[in-house]
Structures are given as C-alpha cells and as structure tokens.
C-alpha cells in the first residue's frame, strides 16, 4: 500500500522572533515504528538510539521534537519526514 505524502505544516514566529525552530512529529496508525526510525535518521542525520527515543516518545505521548534549528533547517526535516506521510509541524520553539 503506497504511503501518501502530507505537507509540513509551518507556524510562523512574531515579528522579530530570533530563537530556534522545533520539527514536530505526530504519531499515527499507518506507519510502522521501523519506517519512523529510518525516516528520523535520514532527516537528521542522528544516531539509531536517538531516532528510537525520538519514535518512541511519539507512539506513547502523541508527539515528538525531533530537530531544533532554523526555520530553514526544520522545514527541511519535516519535509523529509513528511514523505512517507507522518504528520510533521514546524513551529517556534518557544512561544
């Protein structure tokens, strides 16, 4: 069964906001945990232990920061992310 791609969903800062983006992904019922890791990995670059926890903190809580950096940066991840139809949100890491 193919995967169907969403759209990185992006939250635009105030006005001169000069922190960090997060990359946010949701958990849901169509991807495996497997498919989540190696999607993380590739997105990010990070370790397996990582992209592990970073999964497992999506399936038992319903979200999960995966990447902190620019807008640019983060967009960059959800996109990558987002490919295999996870749902992912690129916002301010603070509000």
Request: one cysteine or more; glycine letters at 6%.
């Amino acid at each position: 069964m193919p995967t169907i791609e969403t759209a990185p969903e992006v939250v635009e800062a105030d006005a001169g906001y000069t922190g960090r983006y997060a990359t946010v992904i949701f958990n849901n019922d169509t991807n495996s945990f497997d498919e989540v890791v190696l999607a993380i990995m590739r997105a990010t670059g990070c370790s397996l232990q990582e992209a592990y926890m970073e999964t497992w903190e999506a399936d038992h809580y319903g979200k999960a920061n995966i990447h902190f950096g620019t807008q640019v940066a983060c967009c960059a991840v959800a996109a990558i992310v987002s490919q295999i139809g996870v749902r992912t949100l690129v916002q301010p890491e603070w509000d």
